[in-house]
């Protein structure tokens, strides 16, 4: 697990000014006691490493005071802008989350702008929300947790599931989750689950990863018409919330040219924590619809975790 070292600690009781460095600063759920940042919002805490402060100070020629760039808490020892969005840190019981690399400058209207004539936090400065509060000062360690991303493939199909002939969409599934996490330098596990086309089986393994808390679930067969094409209706009925609009948009698109394609129930959605998709069961079909679902996956998911990531 790697550890980044705390080097300071500091609070501003307003907003747009540099913070100034004190012993120790206490984490609440709603960020930082009694510094201007606090609230109930995503950008409770904020943390800039030394390694970004180096960078400034060849560049500017001058020496930088821990607190300067309006950071809560200066590190050293990872470059945090490299971190993701629902990645950790935790120093014993206290736990925050990432929610934010970077943000928007201000320019010649903050005051931090006008006093270093420049700012790392747009492009390096990260921010965290508060999971468990926690006392933190100057010397501690911090451990950084990456997210891993849990994902679930399920096949449905009886003949696969009998060995009659080799299933291929489920891994052509599995290849593209893998190159797009992969791709991001994101974590992830990978679980696959070939069924017959069952209806209890299928609801047991959606009812698992419900509450197993699997961030992606993805479905391939049975979205038609067939006797056996039960799929969306069962993940329906597990929905929390339906989003329409992608599985839409596959259709039309494709079934433009192909209006067969328009003859697949295929249906998004959201179950407790999971995303849902459910596929066609042809790898020409996997192809087309994970290319238009990868488009908003990321954004999708830090939506479902209170993200706004606009």
Not at 148 to 166: F, H, K, P
Not at 227 to 252: C, N
Not at 280 to 294: Q, R, W
């Amino acid at each position: 697990m790697q550890q980044i070292k705390i080097t300071s600690v500091n609070i501003s009781e307003e907003k747009g000014t540099i913070k100034k460095p004190v012993h120790q600063i206490q984490l609440t759920h709603n960020g930082v006691l009694g510094d201007a940042h606090a609230g109930h919002w995503n950008r409770q805490v904020s943390l800039l490493g030394t390694e970004s402060i180096l960078k400034f100070e060849a560049e500017a020629n001058r020496k930088v005071i821990p607190g300067e760039f309006a950071e809560n808490i200066t590190t050293e020892g990872m470059d945090l802008w490299t971190a993701h969005p629902l990645d950790r840190f935790t120093s014993g019981d206290m736990e925050m989350e990432i929610t934010q690399i970077g943000k928007e400058c201000h320019g010649t209207s903050c005051a931090i702008f006008r006093e270093t004539g420049n700012c790392v936090m747009p492009k390096e400065g990260i921010f965290c929300r508060v999971i468990s509060p926690g006392i933190l000062n100057a010397g501690l360690e911090l451990e950084y947790h990456p997210k891993l991303y849990r994902i679930l493939v399920i096949t449905l199909s009886d003949r696969a599931a009998a060995g009659e002939y080799e299933d291929r969409s489920g891994p052509r599934v599995r290849e593209l989750v893998k190159d797009f996490f992969g791709s991001q330098n994101l974590r992830y596990y990978i679980h696959d689950s070939l069924i017959p086309d069952d209806q209890h089986k299928l609801e047991e393994l959606l009812n698992k990863a419900k509450e197993e808390l699997i961030d992606l679930v993805i479905t391939t067969g049975g979205t038609g018409i067939g006797p056996r094409d039960f799929t969306p209706d069962v993940v329906k009925l597990m929905l929390d919330k339906e989003i329409p609009g992608i599985m839409e948009m596959i259709r039309m698109k494709y079934g433009a040219d192909k209006p067969a394609a328009l003859l697949s129930r295929s249906v998004a959605g959201v179950m407790g924590k999971s995303l849902v998709f459910t596929l066609p069961g042809s790898v020409k079909a996997v192809n087309e619809y994970m290319a238009e679902i990868l488009k908003s996956l990321m954004h999708l998911i830090y939506m479902l975790h209170g993200l706004d990531t606009h």
